[in-house]
């Protein structure tokens, strides 16, 4: 797949064109030289890794800092088919949102998935000498982060939800929006989940009444967590978000926050994209950098009558 050519169903916004434009010429391709070191050490400028949580993984997790690098092929999740398609673009460096493990896997073996063994992944990376990298809660905070989902949406970012990090006010999980009004009235759950499922070209699963008012609305990527709370507690209507457990989606759409799941991945893959704008402007050139298509890892049935 081709660089932002897709970005999950109807996902992130495509800069194919503009980017294909830049560094084509011979000249660019013979000066591009850099280590997967010297690649980490600047995406670890773009992506610092003390904004990341304490207990996650970021940077360079398999793979010699020393090695030239060929291609970068990027992608959501650092999975064994998704490192075999790296290493047949010709990449030798895998650039994900998600990392590889958390705690470090105790055994290691030539197996389809990190189900069947946790060490699978690592096998794979260094069978096929791709280098895994990650830049996961570093890239949640980051400011570049905090434009996707409004700018999808068509809302109105005014600032973070939770308390900024110490490092930067611009950084800081869940973006505080205000939704624009339809006409003289204001929008609806309904016709906001509708814009949901136009984007991301998924259903999602939404909690509250249609016919809701919604005028504040908090985005968050992934997991929501303690964000929900966050969000009823700072007067929002609702809360777009990755994926909710049950009963919080539950008793906070009873409490007056409507919620809108638009699935784990559909509300990351399109971080896929940042990451690939980040290289470009590290200095890998666009025929350097890959996208793995993971939109398609799960369907729906059609709905079907008996």
Not at 230 to 247: P, S
Request: some cysteine.
């Amino acid at each position: 797949m081709g660089l932002f050519s897709k970005g999950g169903r109807g996902g992130a916004p495509t800069k194919k064109d503009a980017l294909s434009k830049r560094g084509t010429s011979e000249l660019a391709r013979k000066s591009f030289s850099m280590t997967v070191g010297a690649l980490e050490a600047a995406l670890l400028k773009e992506f610092p890794a003390e904004d990341a949580e304490g207990w996650d993984r970021t940077g360079l997790l398999v793979g010699e800092r020393s090695l030239p690098v060929t291609r970068v092929a990027v992608a959501l999740d650092p999975t064994v088919a998704a490192i075999a398609e790296a290493a047949a673009a010709g990449a030798n460096v895998l650039l994900t949102h998600h990392p590889a493990y958390l705690a470090a896997p105790d055994a290691f073996a030539p197996e389809a998935s990190t189900a069947v063994c946790a060490g699978a992944g690592v096998w794979a990376a260094i069978r096929h000498q791709v280098a895994l990298m990650d830049f996961h809660t570093a890239l949640d905070v980051s400011p570049a982060a905090a434009r996707v989902l409004p700018g999808m949406l068509g809302l109105k970012f005014t600032g973070k939800l939770a308390e900024p990090l110490s490092s930067s006010r611009r950084k800081g999980y869940g973006q505080v929006c205000e939704v624009p009004a339809n006409g003289d009235a204001p929008e609806t759950l309904g016709r906001l989940a509708a814009r949901c499922t136009a984007v991301f070209g998924r259903a999602p699963r939404v909690w509250g009444d249609p016919e809701a008012a919604v005028r504040r609305a908090v985005t968050c990527t992934g997991s929501a967590g303690d964000t929900g709370a966050a969000a009823l507690a700072a007067g929002a209507d609702v809360i777009v978000c990755g994926e909710m457990k049950y009963h919080s989606a539950l008793e906070l759409s009873q409490a007056g926050l409507a919620v809108i799941e638009l699935g784990h991945d559909a509300s990351e893959l399109p971080l896929t994209a940042v990451l690939a704008e980040a290289l470009d402007r590290v200095g890998v050139p666009p025929e350097a950098i890959v996208l793995v298509d993971q939109s398609d890892n799960w369907w729906y049935p059609e709905a079907v009558r008996v």
